[in-house]
């Protein structure tokens, strides 16, 4: 079966802009948790979505959000881009209780210019 | 004090060896993830444990509850295995808390 996918797998933008990344689970999953990865920070939660709505969150300002639509598949938007946020943005998705593992994606390496 | 710390940070073996890596937490947790991270940054989860041991091919992870530590181990080590390997814990939040991570090189 089809693992998690991520699109894009590279972005490269320019600061101030917006960007949106996506998510599509593992069919029939119903969790998807983002991540950040940079070299200084490690690996930071995002947010997790769970049946369209947004289940947890970490403590990132504002200018990231996302949504997760019926079909599980989930978006995430970072707005007026700064540099610092470049890294690897990764996603998980679990078939929704908490006891489950996750599989995570690829990811999406984000390059702010 | 991070709430996981992982040790070591770097360790670089012989092909064949057995390979043990340590992860210590602090906080209740409902369940912990052996992760497996190779350059370019797939992760792959390995193991999840709440309780004793459990073992995939030459992977054998386990988890002592009353004193908050997890071994991972990897026998006859192969340079296929070089990759950061990662501990994280599920907290009673439900939000997973990561350890830095240990870069694993196997020299053929």
């Known amino acids: 079966k089809a693992g998690v996918t991520q699109t894009p797998r590279y972005l490269i933008k320019t600061r101030g802009q917006q960007v949106t990344l996506s998510c599509s689970p593992i069919?029939?999953?119903?969790?998807v948790s983002w991540y950040q990865q940079t070299p200084g920070q490690g690996l930071q939660f995002l947010f997790e979505?769970?049946?369209?709505?947004?289940?947890n969150k970490g403590n990132f300002p504002g200018r990231f959000s996302g949504r997760q639509f019926s079909n599980s598949r989930s978006e995430m938007n970072v707005s007026t881009l700064e540099l610092g946020d470049s890294a690897l943005y990764l996603c998980?998705?679990?078939?929704?209780?908490?006891?489950?593992?996750?599989?995570f994606g690829s990811g999406t390496r984000l390059t702010v210019v | 004090k991070n709430e996981v710390e992982q040790s070591p940070q770097n360790l670089t073996a012989q092909e064949g060896e057995f390979i043990t890596i340590n992860c210590s937490y602090s906080?209740?947790?409902?369940?912990l993830h052996w992760l497996q991270q190779h350059p370019g940054g797939g992760i792959v989860s390995l193991f999840m444990?709440?309780?004793?041991?459990k073992k995939h091919g030459r992977l054998i992870a386990t988890i002592n509850i009353q004193e908050k530590h997890s071994s991972l181990h990897i026998t006859a080590s192969h340079p296929r295995d070089s990759a950061v390997y990662i501990c994280?814990?599920?907290?009673?939040?439900?939000?997973?808390?990561w350890g830095a991570g240990t870069k694993l090189i196997i020299k053929p």
């Open positions: 998980a998705s679990s078939p929704g209780g908490r006891s489950y593992g996750y599989t």
């Open positions: 069919s029939g999953h119903r969790s």
């Open positions: 979505y769970f049946s369209e709505t947004q289940r």
């Open positions: 906080v209740g947790i409902s369940a």
């Open positions: 444990l709440s309780s004793g041991k």
């Open positions: 994280a814990v599920l907290d009673s939040n439900y939000q997973l808390i």
